[in-house]
């Protein structure tokens, strides 16, 4: 791993210090290998390339109500990776720790921690990636498997061949396939919307759920498909609730697999690759 650091101090606002570091690391991995980002505020940008390491460019920013507890984020926060054989994670490590069961972000702090990474990696590498506040994640060149998960802010997947889970609150979710699919991939935003291109060749059965959106496609062979009916049964002291889900269902061209679709205070659209 090679590692290089530049750090520069300046004042956000009166009443606000901050600190801008550059972090530079490379990893050598195996083009088949899953990296794995757990960020807490700020963007994730990975983009494909023909090469064997992982080059990540990191602007960290620390914001603090004051010089004192500025110098005290400096020394505190750490950032975290853990390479093993099939993969390589990258994380927060101190004050609070970003991994999944790993996680204690219940800590006592003044100050804020942002990061944005910028990373290349071979274009058949497996992504799993998650930020939660004030950023984006953004992937463009990628035939490998794509988890993504954002809780304020968008997904955009440019030139990508396997994204199969992706999951927001608050932003939309934007998919430009290169090939089919993969089965059972799911789209999930609350507030935003899903607008996913396809190849012209897609066939597949489609699960749409909306409460406060519609559904749009330029695919022109599409039919209804009878309606799937989901029942959950809740008990409580006064006795026992059935709940009833009725979700609308559409095949486009012959059918195959299933694609799973799904807003609250959003649209969603299917489109055909032109």
Do not use: W
Not at 40 to 46: A, D, E, Q, T
Not at 47 to 53: F, H, I, L
Not at 96 to 114: E, G, L
Not at 127 to 136: P, R
């Amino acid at each position: 791993m090679l590692l290089g650091v530049i750090l520069s101090c300046a004042n956000a606002t009166s009443h606000e210090v901050t600190s801008k570091e550059h972090i530079h690391q490379e990893f050598t991995v195996s083009p088949t290998a899953k990296l794995l980002v757990y960020n807490l505020n700020g963007s994730i940008k990975v983009e494909g390339y023909e090469g064997t390491k992982v080059i990540v460019e990191i602007e960290q920013t620390l914001s603090a109500p004051n010089n004192q507890e500025l110098e005290k984020a400096q020394k505190e926060v750490k950032l975290g990776t853990d390479q093993q054989a099939d993969s390589l994670t990258l994380f927060t490590d101190q004050p609070y720790c970003t991994r999944p069961n790993k996680r204690h972000q219940d800590v006592n702090i003044s100050y804020q921690v942002h990061l944005d990474y910028v990373i290349k990696v071979p274009t058949s590498m497996n992504l799993s990636l998650s930020t939660i506040n004030e950023g984006v994640i953004l992937v463009e060149n990628s035939t490998g498997k794509i988890k993504a998960n954002n809780i304020n802010g968008g997904i955009t997947l440019h030139k990508v061949a396997a994204a199969q889970d992706i999951h927001t609150i608050n932003g939309d979710v934007i998919i430009d396939y290169t090939t089919l699919p993969p089965a059972n991939a799911s789209f999930y935003s609350l507030n935003g919307k899903l607008d996913i291109t396809f190849p012209k060749n897609l066939s597949a059965d489609c699960e749409l759920k909306t409460f406060q959106g519609e559904f749009f496609t330029d695919f022109e062979e599409v039919e209804n498909l009878p309606t799937k009916i989901t029942k959950s049964v809740e008990k409580n002291a006064k006795g026992t609730n059935y709940k009833v889900d009725k979700d609308q269902r559409i095949r486009i061209g012959k059918g195959g697999d299933n694609l799973k679709f799904e807003t609250f205070n959003g649209n969603i659209y299917l489109r055909k690759k032109s």
